[in-house]
């Protein structure tokens, strides 16, 4: 019975909940959040300096999270370039004291609180700026002239004052001493806001108290007092509604982060250090953001101009978009495709003339979604923060899920095609979990990820590696066919969203590596398995030609000066390079260089077994007789439980990636072992992974932008202040995204690359030139802005 329920339960979600049931609903749901959202900025304010300022949330101990945008933590060789030519003045009693200390610290970590009070402390720094603090009590007549002196001096300056306390404190709180207050500063805001016109001020509001723990002569600074003064500061500053841009902007934030630290305070006044460094770095992104534009820092940026390739892309969209328009006709459906059960792009029908352009049309609508969250000022954008709780129990649900979809498999050979789809789709969920929850910052979690990505690699060996010994199809059309699904969503993001195309590194590593593969199956003598049954010594060939290659990778692993050389040289650097180095490239080939030629040496090995009729590959047949099944399956156990020991026992990063390239294929090894030595474990995969599996290099890509956000640095937020709500929405309408561009990809493909040899000849002619023309664009747009620089 509770099989016959498992059965039907599962047919009844895959008959009500197919693909593209869910793609209409991510459609309608894009549109209303992308008109919510314009809506929401255009008539409730969408300036992401005033939601920095203004409010935010702790995610752990001493992270800050502002509303809607993510904050840059900024360290002292940015602070001091940012601060070369503005001065910085903190004006205030002992309060804005400290958050001068907190600032200055981020300029110079180590300079100190030197116990001075109730005088002016100057700072200077000779690679940075002049930054003072000047002791003022209360707000008074010395301090409008000292103000009125700086407005005589056309400077870039920034201005940070909070006054109060002592007025509350010499008056006892009294009803007079509030109104002398709002006099005082309707006296000071004129040249606050002539002081705005050339720089920036802050006026930062007054922060709580714990009156547990006050002393008796500040007893009367209660927390009813600080909100009618900071009332009286938002009511009077700012007055003169004429000039909107000369403003005083207010600093609320750290008010809000003090209100949950507060009661840590020694003397219930002033604030733990933890509290004051996250005010200090506040002032420091709303200063410095849109000076360095840190891909970190969100909030205080203005949006870039789009760059002249991104407005030719979208040219060729709308071009596209309006010839289907103008041509439209109805195309044949294809049967409805549900869930786990998608058909093979083999089995697609001949596309019409017309397909490219509907084809094309939908790439340009899901182009935009992309520039959208990642490029335009629409949706907003948190930072990523780690916890164990976030990354584990997501995994834990996958699995549930991906238990509950297991089904019977079709074929029960070792890492047939259901069972490598399978394993794709749950490393890369695996894979996605650690990227949005940021589980990088957990060495034991970043290690058995570097396996996973290994794994990919190793997959690519051993896929390619059984095609070309089994097939021999050494042909330009299946070459050019896997170029073209490995890199076309790619090409056309770093055309849309402006980025180098090592930024999505890891199709550069894999298109590089089946090269690799093709070259060295294909190069003199060509050694398939049909040329070596007829004589052992082939055998031999194939492991010389793989020799060959591991001393090929070895030199230049150990030669990064000449890998450098040939990999900077235009117009290779262009695919190599990323920010103007080749270092990040150097390091991903270096990481997983030798997960390739494990992969295809354990194919080798495999067919070679295969032949020789070594295996038992019948359904629920162990692979090897029962005591080598059981002691290969106990080594395997126990290199995974001493591989996790030994990476719970990393400290660093660094010394750890050195060994990753040596032990990553055991552990490869290890697992092939535990999923296909055991039959029953061979005769059943998951449907739930494998559909994922299929798609899983466009849900690799994808992720950069529309489901994390700030080019994979923060996370997209479509329904903001409800964190969990978000990544269910976001994540549905990213899979549906990814899933599409499958399609489109596997549409334009029969398209782009005919089968007859001249006119494939003429398309890579065509593409070559295109090529070229982007590279000599690309190269002719960094020279001129060298030049503005």
């Excluded at 958050?99 to 402390?121: A, C, V």
């Excluded at 979990?433 to 290690?447: D, L, Q």
């Excluded at 066919?481 to 790619?490: A, E, P, S, T």
């Amino acid at each position: 019975m509770a099989v016959l329920a498992y059965s039907l339960g599962k047919r009844e979600i895959n008959q009500y909940f197919c693909i593209k049931n869910a793609k209409l609903l991510s459609l309608v749901a894009v549109i209303l959040l992308t008109v919510f959202h314009t809506v929401s900025r255009y008539y409730g304010g969408g300036d992401t300096c005033e939601w920095l300022l203004s409010s935010g949330r702790f995610l752990g101990e001493n992270v800050w999270q502002p509303y809607g945008c993510m904050m840059h933590k900024y360290k002292s060789i940015e602070a001091k370039t940012c601060l070369a030519e503005k001065r910085v003045a903190f004006i205030g009693d002992s309060r804005i004291r400290q958050l001068f200390y907190s600032y200055i610290q981020i300029i110079d970590p180590t300079q100190k609180e030197n116990g001075r009070k109730h005088e002016n402390i100057p700072f200077e720094d000779r690679s940075s700026s002049v930054n003072d603090f000047l002791w003022y009590a209360e707000v008074n007549n010395s301090l409008k002239e000292r103000l009125m002196s700086w407005t005589e001096v056309k400077a870039s300056t920034c201005t940070v004052l909070c006054l109060a306390k002592w007025s509350i404190k010499l008056r006892s709180g009294s009803s007079e001493a509030l109104q002398q207050y709002r006099a005082n500063l309707t006296a000071i805001s004129l040249p606050l806001e002539q002081l705005a016109e050339d720089g920036e001020v802050y006026w930062v509001l007054q922060d709580p108290v714990h009156e547990e723990v006050l002393s008796d002569n500040r007893k009367m600074i209660t927390n009813e007092q600080l909100d009618l003064y900071n009332e009286a500061a938002l009511g009077t500053l700012n007055s003169n509604k004429k000039n909107a841009k000369a403003r005083v902007r207010f600093l609320g934030a750290s008010r809000q982060a003090a209100m949950e630290t507060i009661a840590q305070s020694a003397d219930g006044l002033h604030l733990p250090e933890n509290t004051r460094n996250v005010g200090a770095m506040i002032l420091m992104n709303a200063v410095c953001n849109k000076v360095l534009r840190p891909i970190h820092g969100s909030c205080c940026q203005a949006l870039p101009a789009p760059s002249l390739l991104q407005k030719l892309t979208a040219c060729v969209f709308l071009g596209s978009t309006l010839v289907f328009l103008v041509h439209w006709k109805s195309r044949p459906t294809p049967p409805d495709v549900e869930s786990g059960e998608e058909k093979p792009a083999t089995a697609a029908l001949p596309l019409s003339h017309k397909a490219p352009f509907q084809a094309m049309c939908k790439m340009g609508l899901i182009m935009a979604y992309f520039y959208l969250c990642d490029r335009a000022d629409v949706f907003m954008k948190e930072q990523k923060f780690y916890t164990h709780t976030t990354f584990f129990i997501p995994l834990v649900y996958m699995f549930v899920l991906g238990i509950f979809y297991s089904e019977n498999s079709k074929e029960t050979k070792l890492l047939n095609r259901e069972q490598t789809d399978e394993w794709k789709g749950w490393m890369q969920l695996v894979i996605l979990i650690y990227h949005i929850s940021g589980a990088s910052a957990f060495i034991p979690v970043y290690m058995h990820v570097r396996v996973l990505v290994a794994a990919y690699l190793f997959q690519t060996g051993y896929g390619h590696f059984s095609f070309f010994w089994l097939k021999g199809d050494f042909g330009l059309y299946r070459v050019c066919q896997v170029l073209f699904r490995l890199n076309f969503l790619v090409i056309v993001l770093c055309l849309v969203m402006d980025r180098p195309y090592q930024f999505y590194y890891f199709v550069p590593l894999v298109t590089f590596w089946f090269v690799i593969i093709y070259a060295t199956m294909a190069m003199w003598p060509q050694i398939l398995q049909k040329k070596a049954n007829g004589s052992g010594m082939w055998h031999i060939g194939i492991l010389v030609k793989l020799l060959g290659l591991l001393l090929f990778i070895c030199f230049f692993a150990y030669s990064q000066g000449l890998f450098e050389n040939i990999f900077s040289v235009w117009p290779v650097s262009k695919l190599f390079e990323l920010n103007g180095s080749i270092h990040e490239w150097w390091f991903r080939w270096k990481l997983d260089r030798f997960a390739i030629i494990h992969g295809m040496l354990f194919a080798f090995v495999y067919l070679l077994l295969q032949k020789c009729q070594v295996l038992s590959e019948g359904r629920g047949e162990s692979l090897f007789s029962t005591r080598i099944s059981n002691i290969l399956l106990l080594i395997s156990v126990v290199s995974f439980m001493g591989y996790s020991i030994w990476a719970s026992s990393c400290k660093n990063k660094t010394e750890c990636n050195e060994m990753h390239p040596y032990i990553s294929g055991l552990q490869i090894l290890a697992f092939i072992l535990i999923r296909n030595i055991p039959g029953y474990a061979r005769s059943l995969y998951s449907s739930f992974f494998a559909w994922f599996g299929k798609i899983s290099l466009e849900l690799f890509i994808c992720q950069y932008h529309i489901w994390l956000a700030a080019d994979t640095k923060g996370i997209l937020v479509l329904i903001p202040g409800n964190p969990s709500l978000n990544i269910i929405l976001s994540t549905f309408i990213f899979v549906c995204v990814a899933h599409e561009i499958s399609l489109i990809t596997n549409d334009l493909a029969q398209v782009a690359i005919p089968k007859d040899g001249a006119a494939l000849l003429k398309r890579l002619l065509a593409a070559g030139v295109f090529t070229l023309g982007l590279l000599l664009m690309s190269k002719s747009a960094e020279g001129n802005q060298g030049e503005g620089h």
